[in-house]
């Protein structure tokens, strides 16, 4: 005893007795109209920390759960809003939509991404069709704004730092900078649907608002700020959803069910980055169930039913929007372009405008054809070649022979018989499974040749090169063409052949990966042999016919059904990212610099420079109070895992709190933890999905250590230590916004290292391009 009271009569003077919601709003009101903010900010205190009852009843309004982790919210979260609540949201929503809209039209320049998702969307209102390693939903809605905004989508969006001229794309711009805002009141609500907390509702908003990082991301025509919002709809929407528990089967509790179904559809709609969403909310139905699961006062029968409509509602109907989606961009884009060479053939037929479209072509290749050769497998590439040389290193140097997804003049070859020239004015002679031929490529007029030099990137296959002039050669452009599965003297078909190409003394089979050749190679596709004859995936297909000797046949390629294109749609987009690699000079990063802050990513050059920086405050202090939240729940684990007495009512609020926060954790692990394990190219901006987690739980963390504090001060200190503590924290997060906004907003004249730069003395990491 200290005179003042037991530890637990000081707790419930700060806290406030296990009241009903409505007696502490009641309370609040009243002292409001009172008029004593120190009254009134004692109040928010007790409302703020007074844990709401974790109680759950069954479905069938038997016995109820205590405390369970999944159990966020008590019942329904309208209860313990109040005025103050509707006008914070309202001046956090209002903010955030400022600063997203400011100046937005500027720089009145492409930048960074823009050039990418820009020309996207021109491409969805020209119908016409491309390749992307991301799903099509927030390219779609791109192009959607586009032409509600009146952008005609001629403009090119060739490069970033082309001006726009008279080009509408300030209304992409804005369509992304609302989806962005939109953002910072979702966290606001997500963080009081884990709390009822006020207070760490605004700390939590300010730090998503005034953070320089989220802010440009949003600012620009890109998919980040789309996807940002619907993962944050996404949580939003299954708390709420989590929040109907003890009314089961209700009106509310299925509509938030299936909301929450198509946000999570919307999320992996736009990137697949949605899939770590979708892994949160998996999981925390899980938990869900099994406590379920553990109330024997629920039959078996009871808890099948919870399951089934679980599996309705967070996994059917996100599964059905979801192939809707790809059923649009599937009907929208039905005209070629320069995403077809991606495709199969038979994918490529249903374009309008496609070589293979309606196409009526030899059904069959003879000798003294020109043909294009497409590797059989998902994301195959044609073979193809050109003027340029292997370097030096690449001993002898011969002609380039790689693989190329675009289709060009360079992809044709001539098919000849390995013997001796042909005469085009005699019968066509149809070429067979077994037949010995060389291919001439029409262009350059070399041979497809072959010897034991290793490749130029996958050391234990060889070079594949062209050699020769005017078609003649040496006995290594000899190759035996075969076709799978069929006898010898087959005629090879067009398209439906499955061709193995082998040559004839090296016994290595014609093969291509997905390893990118560095610059001198154009960043082509590496074409090598592969000694393993045998190598499943050097198989190939005749795709294009040109000779004027042979009948042409209405070609009847087996059109594939509409889930055999989403399914090969999905295929490549896979394949595609995996293979996605740093260009040469391009500014990456890795997983390990983003929470730190370590380098952001250059938007814009010229005159008119944005950087995507996080706030640095903001980023170092979202890291440091996740470390003091494992030291302190650690602490907290240990004392009570030694019996050390814990009030109730402080125990309770631990609790509540200690669980948002762990939740948080999970949300921003499951968004930031995968990327260690990823191959591909990374940037920061992947980062800004985990971020969202982790402000949040900083903001629920900053509002109970200051709650801690206050509950080890005398009653007539906690209101000024608690309102100055709060103040002090956000007068930091708005300073150090207005330090680093310009990184946002535009920087012009010389760089931080010098003093008379914009942002002198505000370069704190030395790899800071400001």
Not at 442 to 463: C, K
Request: hydrophobic share 40%; aromatic share 14%.
């Amino acid at each position: 005893m200290d005179g003042k009271g037991s530890v637990r009569q000081r707790c419930s003077k700060f806290i406030g007795d296990e009241k009903s919601p409505e007696k502490q709003i009641s309370q609040k009101l009243h002292q409001d109209d009172n008029g004593d903010p120190k009254k009134h900010v004692s109040t928010l205190l007790r409302e703020k920390a007074s844990p709401p009852s974790r109680s759950r009843e069954s479905v069938d309004g038997k016995e109820n759960h205590d405390q369970e982790v999944d159990d966020i919210d008590d019942n329904d979260d309208s209860i313990g809003r109040s005025a103050s609540y509707y006008f914070c949201l309202l001046v956090f929503t209002s903010a955030s939509l400022a600063s997203r809209l400011y100046n937005i039209e500027n720089p009145s320049h492409i930048c960074w991404d823009e050039t990418h998702f820009g020309k996207m969307g021109s491409w969805y209102i020209n119908r016409t069709f491309f390749f992307d390693v991301h799903p099509p939903l927030g390219k779609m809605m791109i192009g959607l704004a586009g032409i509600l905004t009146g952008y005609d989508g001629s403009f090119p969006f060739s490069k970033p730092g082309d001006p726009y001229d008279d080009t509408q794309y300030v209304g992409m711009r804005v369509a992304c900078a609302l989806m962005g805002a939109a953002v910072v009141p979702l966290s606001f609500q997500i963080v009081w649907l884990l709390t009822h907390s006020l207070v760490a509702c605004i700390l939590a908003s300010s730090l998503i608002l005034f953070d320089t990082g989220t802010l440009t991301l949003s600012r620009h025509i890109l998919l980040d700020p789309i996807m940002l919002f619907f993962i944050m709809a996404a949580t939003y929407s299954m708390l709420k959803f989590l929040s109907f528990n003890k009314k089961s089967y209700t009106f509310k509790w299925w509509l938030w069910m299936f909301i929450t179904g198509f946000f999570l559809a919307c999320s992996i709609g736009v990137k697949f980055v949605g899939l770590f969403v979708i892994l949160l909310c998996g999981i925390s139905t899980i938990i869900d169930l099994w406590s379920l699961f553990g109330d024997l006062s629920l039959t078996f029968t009871d808890i099948v039913k919870q399951f089934i409509a679980r599996v309705i509602g967070l996994i059917l109907v996100p599964a059905v929007f979801y192939i809707i989606f790809f059923g649009i961009h599937l009907k929208v884009l039905n005209h070629s372009g320069n995403g077809d060479g991606f495709f199969s053939s038979a994918f490529q037929a249903q374009l309008i405008g496609n070589k293979l479209y309606n196409v009526s072509m030899p059904a069959n290749i003879a000798y003294g054809s020109v043909l294009t050769l497409k590797q059989r497998r998902t994301g195959g590439a044609y073979l193809h070649s050109h003027w340029h040389l292997y370097p030096d290193e690449l001993p002898p140097r011969q002609q380039q022979v790689t693989t190329y997804s675009h289709k060009d003049e360079n992809n044709y070859w001539i098919i000849k018989p390995a013997d001796r020239n042909v005469d085009m004015n005699s019968p066509p002679q149809f070429v067979r499974s077994g037949d010995s031929i060389r291919l001439e490529h029409v262009v350059t007029h070399r041979n497809l040749h072959s010897h034991r030099e290793p490749a130029p990137i996958s050391r234990r296959q060889y070079q594949v090169s062209g050699y020769g002039q005017n078609g003649t050669g040496d006995a290594n452009d000899i190759w035996v063409i075969e076709i799978q599965g069929a006898s010898k003297g087959t005629p090879v078909q067009t398209v439906r052949s499955k061709l193995k190409i082998i040559h004839l003394h090296v016994r290595c089979a014609l093969h291509s990966n997905d390893k990118k050749l560095p610059k001198w190679g154009w960043e082509q596709l590496e074409a090598t042999c592969h000694p393993n004859i045998k190598e499943p995936k050097a198989l190939w297909s005749v795709e294009e016919v040109k000779d004027d000797r042979l009948p042409n046949v209405n070609f009847d390629v087996y059109s594939p059904s509409f889930i055999d294109k989403v399914i090969e749609s999905h295929a490549v987009m896979t394949q595609g990212n995996s293979g996605l690699k740093p260009k040469e000079g391009e500014i990456t990063s890795r997983p390990w610099q983003w929470p730190i802050n370590y380098r952001g990513q250059i938007f814009s050059g010229k005159d008119y420079r944005i950087y995507l920086l996080g706030n640095p405050v903001i980023f170092w202090l979202c890291l440091v109070v996740m470390v003091i939240f494992l030291m302190m729940f650690t602490v907290y684990s240990i004392r009570c895992q030694r019996g050390i007495k814990i009030p109730k009512v402080l125990k309770a609020y631990h609790n509540k709190m200690f669980n948002a926060c762990w939740w948080l954790l999970l949300g921003w692990s499951l968004h930031y933890l995968p990327f260690w394990t990823m191959t591909r190219v990374l940037y920061f901006h992947h980062y800004f999905p985990a971020f969202l987690y982790s402000a949040m739980l900083t903001g629920i963390m900053l509002d109970y250590m200051i709650a801690r504090v206050c509950f080890l001060l005398p009653e007539k200190y906690i209101a000024k230590f608690y309102l100055g503590s709060i103040l002090t924290v956000l007068s930091s997060i708005v300073y150090s916004f207005y330090l680093f906004h310009p990184v946002t907003y535009g920087m012009a004249g010389p760089m931080a290292s010098d003093e008379n730069g914009m942002m002198y003395g505000l370069k704190w990491v030395e790899a800071w391009d400001i």
